[in-house]
């Protein structure tokens, strides 16, 4: 009977271990040639990801100059979410009026390069959209109540899924222009960070979620984790002395 309760006390800590580092190192790591600037044209490899926009003496209407998509390589992601999450850090500041607005809209195509066409954006269907006056220099785009945003990465799970960031407010009389920081670092116009774009998938909503998979990358590569491996490391070492003392205790 204490060897059966044992081992089975022993499977339970097994497979709550196993559950963890499954949610733990769940996600896929984009390409540094997956975030450009494009102009509604052109796509640019050398500008990362910068929004700008255009606006007029009197306050009129922005109007879109430059935009950015971003994508991510899902095609071997196994999880399932239901809500998701975009965190951008700007690193320049240029002209417009705070507040400004910025809005995430599919993109038409995801096979679009850095210095190709641009494939351009379904501007009727909008996935997100946040109002910020970046004195933190940080946006985030949250899942609205519908799980829009979650809804459409989910959709494209086993493949490549990309977004179009626009600025749709905030150009101010003249024009505006914000630039994040991207995967590129020193290889592109942002410097070397670890603020890239940080999108992040949720199992549950509000008050429920909790973190499935987070998809950054620092500089273009999967940097390893190490205070994660450490306390992986360390509970394993907790698991194994439990199991050693039950071992001796049994065994008495």
Same mark, same amino acid.
């Given at each position: 009977?204490?060897?059966?309760?044992?081992?089975? /006390?022993?499977?339970?800590? =097994?497979?709550?271990? &196993?559950?963890? &580092?499954?949610?733990?190192? /769940?996600?896929?790591?984009?390409?540094?040639?997956?975030?450009?600037?494009?102009?509604?044209?052109?796509?640019?490899?050398?500008?990362?990801?910068?929004?700008?926009?255009?606006?007029?003496?009197?306050?009129? /209407?922005?109007?879109?100059?430059?935009?950015?998509?971003?994508?991510?390589?899902?095609?071997?992601?196994?999880? +399932?979410?239901?809500?998701?999450?975009?965190?951008?850090?700007?690193?320049?500041?240029?002209?417009? %009026? *705070?507040?400004?607005?910025?809005?995430?809209?599919?993109?038409?195509?995801?096979?679009?390069? %850095?210095?190709?066409?641009?494939?351009?954006?379904?501007?009727? +269907?909008?996935?997100?959209?946040?109002?910020?006056?970046?004195?933190?220099?940080?946006?985030?785009?949250?899942?609205? /109540?519908?799980?829009?945003?979650?809804?459409?990465?989910?959709?494209?799970?086993?493949?490549?899924?990309?977004?179009?960031?626009?600025?749709?407010?905030?150009?101010?009389?003249?024009?505006?222009?914000?630039?994040? %920081?991207?995967?590129?670092? +020193?290889?592109?116009? =942002?410097?070397?960070?670890?603020? %890239?774009?940080?999108?992040?998938?949720?199992?549950?909503?509000?008050?429920?979620?909790?973190?499935?998979?987070?998809?950054?990358?620092?500089?273009?590569?999967?940097?390893?984790?190490?205070?994660?491996? =450490?306390?992986?490391?360390?509970? =394993?070492?907790?698991?194994?002395? *439990?199991?050693?003392?039950?071992?001796?205790?049994?065994?008495?």
């Amino acid at each position: 009977m204490k060897r059966s309760r044992f081992l089975s /006390a022993l499977i339970v800590v =097994a497979a709550i271990v &196993a559950i963890t &580092a499954t949610v733990v190192f /769940a996600g896929t790591y984009r390409s540094p040639s997956k975030d450009t600037a494009c102009d509604g044209s052109n796509c640019y490899d050398n500008l990362g990801l910068e929004v700008q926009a255009s606006g007029s003496p009197g306050g009129g /209407a922005c109007s879109v100059v430059y935009y950015s998509y971003i994508g991510w390589d899902l095609t071997s992601e196994t999880g +399932t979410w239901q809500s998701a999450s975009l965190k951008l850090t700007a690193y320049d500041i240029t002209g417009g %009026e *705070a507040p400004f607005t910025f809005k995430l809209y599919p993109v038409n195509n995801d096979t679009w390069t %850095e210095d190709g066409a641009d494939p351009g954006y379904d501007s009727s +269907t909008e996935l997100a959209s946040v109002t910020d006056d970046l004195t933190d220099n940080v946006i985030e785009f949250k899942d609205d /109540a519908s799980n829009t945003l979650g809804t459409y990465f989910l959709n494209k799970k086993g493949s490549v899924a990309s977004v179009a960031l626009v600025m749709t407010d905030g150009c101010g009389t003249i024009s505006g222009d914000v630039k994040f %920081e991207d995967i590129e670092g +020193t290889g592109g116009s =942002a410097p070397s960070s670890a603020n %890239e774009a940080d999108l992040i998938f949720y199992t549950g909503s509000g008050a429920t979620a909790v973190t499935l998979s987070s998809m950054n990358a620092n500089n273009g590569a999967a940097s390893p984790n190490w205070p994660l491996y =450490a306390g992986l490391a360390a509970l =394993a070492a907790l698991v194994l002395a *439990a199991v050693g003392l039950g071992v001796r205790r049994f065994n008495s």
